[in-house]
């Protein structure tokens, strides 16, 4: 009888490589697939981001303002595709759906560096297929950033602390220096991984002497603290009103249930906010927040040995802006840090799982190879439940069009679409304005449209022909005016091609 060998091992000493490639295949196409129309419109935030990446064309350095989430590379990067694919929906979402595809492979390589393959390639399949992950790096925010600088930053400081060479102790430092300028999360990644390295190397005795090469980072630590303290410094009335934006708790009692509801969110009660989940569906599907959990108790239980007690650490230090905001709590985009190391845990709880298989059959290939099977049918349904509750549920929802501005979308394509010579009165709530403003570039002055709030329609001078832009948001209060002020016109509403809802309207009135 023929020996029974476990799936993909047939392919000998590619498959490691074989199975990484499959893995960014998957990932590539949970990224990329109809990423021109999903998500189907544009949200406030996203195209404050890419005004503030235009202003750069103008010669305004970016700094750490709200408008770039306090994330200055974003608005670099932003800049660059905008300059390559034009002011596009498509140019603010090409950058995180690479990043995204990236993040599969960093957490690949962290985790291979921390534990074995096994975990190492289930931990790269969850960040490539959960939703909470997919959402977050189709989406044009600046947190999509964190899913690849985490593991990246903690695969280098892992190599630099073990091999000590030079190239690796500079590679750390320049990822933490791109943690800097990458937001909140990353200022907290940076100095988590900074105070977790310092203290081992006091442990070890290995700060001092001085030498050649740590006097070299020493100085280029100080140039690039010094880079981002003058960034800083520029944007200091922006940072004043951070810990107010984030929203802070502000007693023990708030705290408490902010902590318990950033837990639940994994499991039983997610973000309700569309722009980074479905719906309030858990972070993670049955089975693998089911792993997640049982990888946490595996962590505990095995406290004795150093990596599980710096995952733990990680786990609650990355989960804590979560936690300790009441801005949408539960919130998946403020747990951005902490999503690698939910999908290592949840790793490890598959690979104790197995081992706990394993060692009930230890000499049955049979018994083995079917229990392995069985966890390949489950990670395969958590693939196929990925794709239906994004590409399915959450793109199929009317809630899902509302949260991406579906109005303030369509009336910036009817501009866009109307002679060059026609100039409209585009009236829309003060929350819809920068979408328009993006879509039709308007700090470059190529479009032909006048910016209005309803409480500005009153202003409009008299005389000539005009016509007015109006969306849903802005009907009531903007008709009021324009009929008192503009009596005779024609309201024309128009409809969405997707819910049959009224989204905008065109009044048109002649002297």
Do not use: C
Not at 63 to 77: D, E, I, M, R, S
Not at 135 to 150: C, E, H, W
Not at 463 to 472: N, P, R, S
Request: no cysteine; aromatic share 12%; hydrophobic share 55%.
């Amino acid at each position: 009888m023929a020996k029974i060998r476990p799936p993909f091992t047939w392919f000998g000493r590619y498959t490691n490589w074989l199975v990484v490639g499959g893995l960014v295949i998957v990932a590539a196409f949970f990224r990329l697939y109809e990423l021109t129309t999903l998500p189907p419109g544009l949200y406030t935030g996203e195209a404050q981001v890419g005004l503030d990446a235009m202003r750069l064309a103008h010669g305004v350095l970016p700094g750490f303002v709200a408008a770039n989430g306090y994330a200055p590379l974003w608005t670099v990067l932003q800049a660059l595709s905008i300059m390559a694919l034009g002011h596009t929906v498509l140019a603010l979402r090409v950058w995180p759906a690479i990043i995204g595809i990236g993040a599969v492979v960093a957490t690949w390589l962290w985790a291979r560096t921390w534990f074995d393959r096994r975990v190492a390639l289930v931990a790269a399949f969850v960040v490539a297929v959960t939703p909470w992950a997919v959402t977050l790096s189709r989406n044009a925010l600046p947190v999509a950033l964190i899913g690849l600088l985490v593991p990246l930053t903690l695969w280098a400081a892992t190599w630099a602390y073990h091999r000590g060479g030079l190239k690796w102790w500079l590679l750390t430092l320049g990822l933490g220096l791109i943690d800097l300028v990458s937001g909140p999360l990353g200022w907290l990644l940076a100095l988590t991984v900074a105070i977790l390295g310092t203290i081992r190397l006091v442990q070890r005795r290995q700060l001092w002497p001085l030498n050649r090469n740590r006097l070299m980072l020493g100085g280029a630590v100080v140039l690039g603290l010094a880079g981002a303290g003058y960034v800083a410094g520029r944007s200091w009335d922006a940072l004043r009103h951070l810990p107010a934006a984030l929203g802070l708790v502000s007693s023990p009692t708030a705290l408490a249930d902010a902590v318990v509801r950033t837990l639940l969110m994994f499991n039983l009660h997610g973000d309700d906010n569309l722009r980074h989940n479905f719906g309030g569906e858990p972070l993670l599907n049955a089975f693998v927040g089911l792993m997640f959990i049982a990888g946490l108790l595996v962590t505990i239980s095995r406290l004795a040995q150093r990596r599980y007690r710096v995952l733990l650490v990680l786990f609650a230090v990355f989960l804590a802006p979560a936690a300790i905001s009441l801005v949408g709590l539960p919130n998946a985009a403020h747990a951005a840090a902490v999503l690698p190391v939910v999908a290592v845990l949840a790793a490890v709880g598959v690979s104790y799982m197995l081992e706990l298989w394993y060692a009930t059959f230890p000499i049955n290939s049979a018994a083995r190879t079917t229990g392995q099977a069985v966890f390949i049918v489950l990670l395969a349904l958590t693939l196929f439940q990925g794709y239906t509750q994004y590409f399915r549920a959450w793109a199929g929802s009317t809630e899902t069009y509302a949260a991406y501005n579906e109005p303030a979308v369509a009336v910036a394509k009817f501009v866009q679409a109307e002679p060059a010579k026609t100039v409209f009165y585009v009236v829309a709530q003060s929350d819809e304005l920068p979408v328009v403003a993006y879509l039709n570039n308007y700090l470059n002055d190529e479009s032909h449209y006048i910016p209005l709030t309803p409480g500005q329609v009153a202003g409009v001078p008299l005389g000539g022909t005009k016509q007015f832009v109006i969306t849903a948001a802005a009907r009531d209060e903007a008709t009021k005016s324009l009929r008192l002020k503009f009596p005779g016109g024609k309201l024309q509403p128009h409809i969405s091609t997707f819910s049959q809802d009224e989204i905008y309207y065109t009044y048109e009135m002649t002297p």
